[in-house]
């Protein structure tokens, strides 16, 4: 089975552009949720979205929205970028209802100058 | 609040020696999922073990078990016989079920010496 993977791997944009991430579920997974993960520090939970509507949401303002489709790959959009989004952007998938079994990707790479 | 917190910014260990991460975490809920995930330098979160808020004995995972002491709201991670490959950041999460959120804590840097 393939795993999460997560695109582009490397990014850099400037202050007040707008940027989307890209991830593909594992394969049996119907459920995607994303993080930022500061240089440093721990993930920080975004949100999680499931059946392509968002059903959890951790401390982040307006700007951070997502999308989630029909094969369960997801998006992450972040509009006018400030400098403390640069930072590594995990997502993960897991099947609704199991408990455990988060698989992530390797993340995303966002540096805003 | 913070939700999980891990008092060990950093650790070393004797190869084939056992070592213990530290994790404490804050709920009112009862019913919730805890994790441990190594991060090596690559980026990637690998899912170690996980133990629920209802289960009675603590999780294993081949080298890994976690210490659930529920009155005390902590979930050690213990790894034994560590070995160099271990050497990395770990992180200790707890999933709230009610509220979908997932609170991950500062994390861990183990360092293996051969």
């Known amino acids: 089975e393939t795993g999460v993977t997560q695109s582009p791997t490397h990014l850099i944009k400037t202050r007040g552009q707008q940027v989307t991430l890209r991830c593909s579920s594992q394969?049996?997974?119907?459920?995607v949720s994303w993080y930022q993960q500061a240089l440093g520090q721990g993930p920080q939970f975004i949100f999680q979205y499931y059946r392509e509507e968002e059903n959890g949401r951790g401390n982040f303002p307006p700007r951070f929205s997502g999308l989630q489709f029909p094969n369960y790959s997801s998006e992450l959009n972040v509009n006018a970028l400030e400098l403390d989004d640069s930072a590594l952007y995990l997502c993960?998938?897991?099947?609704?209802?199991?408990?455990?079994?988060?698989?992530f990707g390797s993340g995303t790479r966002l540096t805003v100058v | 609040a913070q939700k999980i917190t891990q008092t060990q910014p950093g650790m070393f260990v004797q190869e084939k020696e056992a070592v213990t991460l530290d994790c404490t975490y804050d709920?009112?809920?009862?019913?919730?999922?805890l994790f441990w995930y190594k991060q090596p330098s690559s980026g990637e979160m690998i899912f170690l073990i996980y133990q629920g808020s209802y289960d009675e004995q603590n999780a294993t995972e081949g080298r890994y078990s976690l210490n659930f002491q529920k009155a005390r709201k902590s979930a050690n991670l213990v790894i034994s016989a560590s070995q160099l490959g271990d050497s990395a950041m770990y992180f200790c999460?707890?999933?709230?079920?009610?509220?979908?959120?997932?609170?991950f804590g500062s994390g861990t840097k183990l360092n293996v010496k051969p």
């Open positions: 709920t009112s809920d009862q019913s919730y999922g």
């Open positions: 394969s049996g997974h119907n459920t």
């Open positions: 999460a707890m999933r709230q079920y009610n509220f979908n959120k997932f609170y």
């Open positions: 993960a998938s897991s099947k609704q209802g199991v408990d455990y079994g988060y698989t």
